[in-house]
């Protein structure tokens, strides 16, 4: 990272005397290129991160961004001038037996907007054979997840949208999931919820 200072100092300057303006200057600066290390910042430009990266808290990011390497994205971030569908939760060990739930998958974000595009259901436990019934808040309804048979990492499904109408789902509300008429015997499954906020 370069900093483009107000005065270029150079070796004729040895032995002068900086003035509060030259001071000033430079603390500025500063202070408005480097980067903090804590506290909220607004970092603006064309930034490349690389290596293993954690972005926490509310962070926005803008403009022609690249993201390299193993990057963590926590807390409430917002991508714009460039869209993407992410992975917004991952929820193990669901109950899929009938009668079980509602379990929630997902709360939006307080202030955001959420479009659900699609969803997997994986690493199951044991058989969903009879689950043919499989409610999602706000998106799709009696969802036939009774193929699902082969256990563990060795099976999933995506169900998407499929060019239905759907509602975006609110701030603060719950995205979940109901066993209307459950798997027969006793399984759990892991589900990941994707999409955008806004």
Same mark, same amino acid.
């Given at each position: 990272?370069?900093? !483009?200072?107000?005065? @270029?100092?150079?070796?004729?300057? =040895?032995?002068?005397?900086?003035?509060?303006? @030259?001071?000033?200057?430079?603390?500025?600066?500063?202070?408005? &290129?480097?980067?903090?290390?804590?506290?909220? &910042?607004?970092? $603006?430009?064309?930034?490349?991160?690389?290596?293993?990266?954690?972005?926490?808290?509310?962070?926005?990011?803008?403009?022609?961004?690249?993201?390299?390497?193993? /990057?963590?994205? *926590?807390?409430? /971030?917002?991508?714009?001038?460039?869209?993407?569908?992410?992975?917004?939760?991952?929820?193990?060990?669901? =109950?899929?037996?009938?009668?079980? #739930?509602?379990?929630?998958?997902?709360?939006?974000?307080? #202030?955001?907007? +959420?479009?659900?595009?699609?969803?997997?259901?994986?690493?199951?436990?044991? *058989?969903?054979?009879?689950?043919? =019934?499989?409610?999602?808040?706000?998106?799709?309804?009696?969802? @036939?997840?009774?193929?699902?048979? *082969?256990?563990? +990492?060795?099976?999933?499904?995506?169900? =998407?949208? /499929?060019?239905?109408?759907?509602?975006?789902?609110?701030?603060?509300?719950?995205?979940?999931?109901?066993?209307?008429?459950? +798997? !027969?015997?006793?399984? $759990?499954? !892991?589900?990941? $919820?994707?999409?955008?906020?806004?």
């Amino acid at each position: 990272m370069s900093i !483009t200072y107000t005065k @270029d100092f150079s070796s004729t300057d =040895d032995g002068s005397v900086l003035s509060g303006a @030259d001071l000033e200057n430079i603390q500025a600066d500063l202070n408005s &290129q480097v980067a903090a290390l804590a506290g909220t &910042q607004t970092v $603006t430009g064309n930034k490349t991160f690389s290596g293993t990266c954690v972005f926490s808290g509310g962070n926005t990011h803008s403009g022609a961004n690249t993201f390299s390497g193993v /990057n963590t994205f *926590s807390g409430n /971030n917002l991508f714009t001038g460039r869209s993407c569908i992410a992975l917004l939760s991952t929820t193990a060990s669901v =109950d899929m037996k009938a009668a079980a #739930g509602p379990t929630t998958l997902y709360t939006v974000p307080a #202030g955001k907007t +959420a479009i659900i595009t699609h969803v997997v259901i994986r690493t199951i436990s044991a *058989s969903l054979a009879g689950g043919t =019934d499989f409610d999602f808040t706000g998106w799709k309804q009696t969802v @036939d997840l009774s193929s699902i048979t *082969s256990a563990f +990492a060795t099976s999933f499904i995506c169900i =998407d949208c /499929n060019n239905a109408v759907y509602t975006p789902a609110v701030a603060s509300s719950t995205f979940q999931i109901t066993n209307s008429t459950g +798997a !027969t015997g006793t399984a $759990t499954a !892991t589900i990941d $919820t994707f999409g955008y906020t806004f």
